[in-house]
């Protein structure tokens, strides 16, 4: 990949995406992405809040600026769904909800948010948030969504899980890059729900 790798690490913030949107908009290269440690007003799809508690997840979102055609870049909720539920996989059984749920036993681990910045031509960036509960107990939780802390009773250091959420990303994101949609396709049928 001809792009070099930054992350920003915060420990607080309203929002990653919304940082990294500004960051975007002044133009911050691919790949770029913000990690906090916790947010005070994390955003899921179609304006749902995501429960940010400090230092029990992931939060993070990746500054992206692929040349890929429009219908392509709307595959990439689930692509980045794909590198999450790989890397959980180990640990839990993962499965996928289109088009951005990363679930276990029915209940939501992970989910995507994906804002495209276009232009007339095309995509000018598009910014990939990913959320994932990790340490939650219940009481950080709404009813309907799991950590890997609640479905393994084990705790786990979020900067390792980070690092391989990372190699997972941007390995699928290279693919799609290249347009070897179809090798991603296949992959995505092993955790559709």
Do not use: C, H
Request: hydrophobic share 35%; no cysteine; glycine share 8%.
């Amino acid at each position: 990949m001809s792009t070099s790798l930054k992350i920003i690490q915060l420990d607080s913030v309203e929002s990653t995406n919304s940082y990294a949107w500004d960051l975007a908009q002044k133009g911050e290269g691919e790949i770029t992405i913000v990690k906090a440690n916790a947010q005070t007003q994390g955003r899921g799809r179609m304006g749902r809040s995501w429960d940010s508690p400090k230092g029990v997840g992931i939060y993070a979102s990746f500054i992206l600026r692929p040349s890929n055609p429009l219908k392509e870049i709307q595959r990439l909720p689930v692509i980045f769904a794909l590198g999450v539920a790989k890397t959980l996989r180990s640990l839990v059984n993962t499965r996928i909800k289109e088009p951005n749920d990363v679930m276990v036993n029915g209940r939501k681990i992970s989910g995507i948010l994906v804002e495209t910045k276009g232009n007339k031509t095309g995509v000018d960036f598009v910014v990939v948030g990913v959320g994932i509960n990790i340490n939650n107990e219940q009481k950080d939780l709404i009813t309907s969504a799991t950590s890997l802390y609640l479905e393994t009773k084990k705790k786990y250091n979020i900067d390792a899980l980070f690092k391989e959420i990372i190699t997972q990303e941007l390995t699928l994101y290279e693919q799609f890059r290249q347009g070897r949609l179809g090798l991603i396709q296949k992959e995505l049928r092993i955790y559709k729900k």
